[in-house]
Structure formats: structure tokens, C-alpha cells
């Protein structure tokens, strides 16, 4: 899977089906999610409006984790280890640097997680 990213481009991410089977499945079933990126503590979040609860939640989250936030139904990308205030259902991990590839993230940059298929002409002006 990976992330195309408004301003940075495209980083590899992988989901791990083991670490919240109910949540990547339904994640699968969407192919695609898109909005706009903002930062929270140690990360970067994006709304997807997925509509689920917590599955084998967590707050210590390593650096280079992709999460689901159930508070505002969001994509979460941690680019630091961190406890986070609120428990996230971890799915997976970014492959490389996360604060490398992110770290310059613009707030409101268009972000969109693909499963699946090639989106690339998304970042094109």
C-alpha cells in the first residue's frame, strides 16, 4: 500500500492484517482514502470517516506506525515514538524514514491512502 502525498510524493507504507484483521479488512473493502493532512502530537492525521471502534487498542505507539483514530475516524502516521492521548488501533508501518518523508508535511496537504491499485496521476496539477 502506500500514500501519495500533496508536495512530497509517495511513501510505502504496509498493513498488517494480524495486528487488526476486522479494521484492514474493512479498510480493503474501500480501496482508497482521501483528505487533508494535519499534524497532532507526533504525527500526522488524516480523516477518513470509516466509522469503527478501537480493535486491540493501544497508546505507546513506535515511530513509523500507521494507526486508525476512532475519535475523529482517521488515518494516523506517527513519525516518532510517542504515548498517545487517546488509543489508536495500530495496522501497520510506514517502510524507511517516516520524519524523512513527512516531516516537511504541509497542514492541509491532500494525502490518499491507496490499497491496491495505482493512483498516481493523483498528485499531478
Known amino acids: 500500500m502506500e500514500?501519495?502525498?500533496e508536495g512530497v510524493g509517495r511513501v510505502e507504507g504496509e498493513l498488517l492484517r494480524f495486528l487488526a484483521p476486522r479494521?484492514?479488512?474493512a479498510l480493503l473493502r474501500g480501496r482508497s482514502f482521501e483528505g487533508r493532512?494535519?499534524?497532532t502530537h507526533g504525527g500526522i492525521y488524516f480523516p477518513i470517516g470509516l466509522g469503527m471502534g478501537n480493535e486491540k487498542p493501544i497508546r505507546e505507539v513506535p515511530r513509523g506506525a500507521i494507526a486508525y483514530w476512532p475519535r475523529p475516524s482517521a488515518i494516523c502516521i506517527f513519525l516518532e515514538e510517542?504515548?498517545?492521548g487517546d488509543k489508536v488501533t495500530r495496522l501497520g508501518g510506514i517502510r524507511g524514514?517516516?520524519?524523512s518523508q513527512l516531516?516537511?508535511?504541509r497542514e492541509g496537504s491532500r494525502i490518499r491512502m491507496v490499497l491496491g491499485r495505482d493512483d498516481r496521476e493523483y498528485l499531478q496539477p
Open 97 to 99: 524514514d517516516p520524519r
Open 82 to 84: 510517542v504515548r498517545f
Open 23 to 25: 479494521t484492514v479488512d
Open 103 to 105: 516531516g516537511g508535511l
Open 3 to 5: 500514500f501519495l502525498v
Open 37 to 39: 493532512a494535519f499534524r
